[in-house]
Structure formats: structure tokens, C-alpha cells
Nanobody
Framework: QVQLAESGGGLVQPGGSLRLSCKAS????????MSWHRQAPGKERELVAT????????NYADSVKGRFTISRDNAKNTVYLIMSSLKPEDTAVYYC????????????WGQGTQVTVSS
């Protein structure tokens, strides 16, 4: 079955940086738009960033614009989220999502990786 494996989370001080990775397997990666979402304790899951299947376009939540960058390497079946100038309010479990560019029912989630921003 399709697998999305996130990595790169951890504990970081405010103002620090992290790079999250999500490696996909058992799907044709270049057919999927990819996105990162996050869920903080007691809050709903929210969209953080998206990137189109070919990587030509990306979008960000207002709360992370200018601080986070989403990118992808279709040769490695991997999407990245580079996070800088991290704030305590960025603390959450970060999830990777893959959605087929034309078959909406093909929608997959990873297990998540914890990011904690604290001094």
C-alpha cells in the first residue's frame, strides 16, 4: 500500500530552523500534489503549504509565509518543508499529504512528525 514517511521533526529553540522530509512509496509521485499540514494540541488540523505535482507552484498559510518553504524532488519521491524563524506557536504534529492531481479519491496521509519549538 501507499506509504508516506515523515522525518526531521524534533525540539528546536525559538528562532531556529528544521527541515522536514516526506518520502513516498508505492505511488507515481509525479502525479500527486503534495502538502504539509499541522495539528497542535486541542486544535484542528490546518494546511501549512502545498506544491503542485511538477513543483511549479506553491502556496502557504499566512502564518508561515516568508518563514517556511515547500519543495519536492520527484526523482527521490520526496517533499520537503524547510522551516525557519520558528516560533512556539509552530509547535504541532506535522503531516504529509499526497493527493492525485486528477483522481481526488487518491488521497494519502503520513503518520506525522512532532515539531516542538521551546526554549
Amino acid at each position: 500500500q501507499v506509504q508516506l514517511a515523515e522525518s526531521g521533526g524534533g525540539l528546536v529553540q525559538p528562532g531556529g530552523s528544521l527541515r522536514l522530509s516526506c518520502k513516498a512509496s508505492r505511488l507515481t509521485f509525479s502525479n500527486y500534489a503534495m502538502s504539509w499540514h499541522r495539528q497542535a494540541p486541542g486544535k484542528e488540523r490546518e494546511l501549512v503549504a502545498t506544491i503542485t505535482s511538477a513543483g511549479g507552484s506553491s502556496n502557504y498559510a499566512d502564518s508561515v509565509k516568508g518563514r517556511f518553504t515547500i519543495s519536492r524532488d520527484n526523482a527521490k519521491n520526496t517533499v520537503y518543508l524547510i522551516m525557519s524563524s520558528l516560533k512556539p506557536e509552530d509547535t504541532a504534529v506535522y503531516y504529509c499529504n499526497a493527493r492525485h492531481s486528477s483522481i481526488r479519491s487518491l488521497d494519502f496521509w503520513g503518520q506525522g512528525t512532532q515539531v516542538t519549538v521551546s526554549s
